[in-house]
């Protein structure tokens, strides 16, 4: 069997890692196609290096661009690469702009999409993940849900045939790394200066457009970040960092102390270390409640609802609307004693989504 993975930002990349372990383990060939979309080294060359990925096979250099740009850069990419390589599958991540032009482009190929982490919904059609995975799951042919609220929406949505339980394979890696980390096999996390990992601190990102794009929003929940009671390491993603300064607003301010994106590992550090998370990114909230973190999201949905269960994660859509001592209490609340159970599988996810791509293509 021949699996060819599409990848392209960081989140996808996290994924990538124990999917190519599982593949080292057995006959089959696997070929990497990055895209390029997250260009930044923070966000991509250091996932490679610091996870233990093969390097990719072929490397697409994308970069940024508008939505259309982008997608429509990957699509016209992608012919000559299908076209030389003609796998069993194409292998899709997630719900970037490089996971709807990867499937895309198979599917105009006649050759076979599995969809990894298919069946994800918010329900919130103004962000441009949700029409990415509702486009890729309706085209792909073999849906790999994570979880089981994930295979009802794909029921619902009439694609139950093509849909199986895969599991999570980010449970995989995080728990992998999060051992490593304890054993003491990666140096500690590089947090923002000022930031006293031996006292209590917030960890934060934020980058979503609905957060970023708007001056007025974005400047308010900076400064209901900065007012909370300790001190938070924000670590700003290149895309919020030009919003910032387009719009002239500065970063670190109060107790908002500012660092770049971290590699994985020093990412899981940092969230062990920490007492709590703030942040708008479906992985980290994710990573948090399965580290034991209390998480406060600064959105009004969120696609992982397992989570909000025993209230490991809260959402927000508008700090700033709230009072500050109410929206300090939340932040700071402790990690919760309720059970958090295992909804993401136990780690063994990328080995049962070889073993089902097997089994597709057997027919």
Known sequence: MKVLSVVGARPQLVKLAPIAAAFAGTPHQHVIVHTGQHYD???????????????????????????????????????????DERPDWVLVYGDTNSTVAG???????HLPVAHLEAGLRSFNRRMPEEHNRVLTDHCADLLLAPTEEAMR??????????SRLAGDVMVDICLRIRDAVAAGEHPAPALPEGIDPSKPFLLATLHRPDNTDDPERLSAILASLAALPVPVALLAHPRLVARAEEHGIKLAQGNLHVGRPLPYAGLVAAVVASAGVVTDSGGLQKEAFLLGRACTTIRPETEWVETLEGGWNVLVPDPHAMPSDEFAALATRPAPRTVRGAPYGEGTAAVRVVELMEQALRG
Do not use: Y
Not at 56 to 74: C, F, I, R, W, Y
Not at 103 to 109: D, G, Y
């Open 41 to 83: 080294a923070d966000l991509s060359d250091v996932f490679f290096d610091g996870l233990g990925i093969p390097a990719p096979d072929v490397h697409l250099g994308v970069g940024s661009g508008s939505h259309g740009v982008q997608t429509g850069a990957v699509l016209a990419a992608m012919d000559k690469v299908l076209e």
């Open 153 to 162: 929406h794909l029921a619902a949505e009439g694609l139950a045939e093509r």
């Open 103 to 109: 499937a895309l482009s198979a599917v105009k190929m």
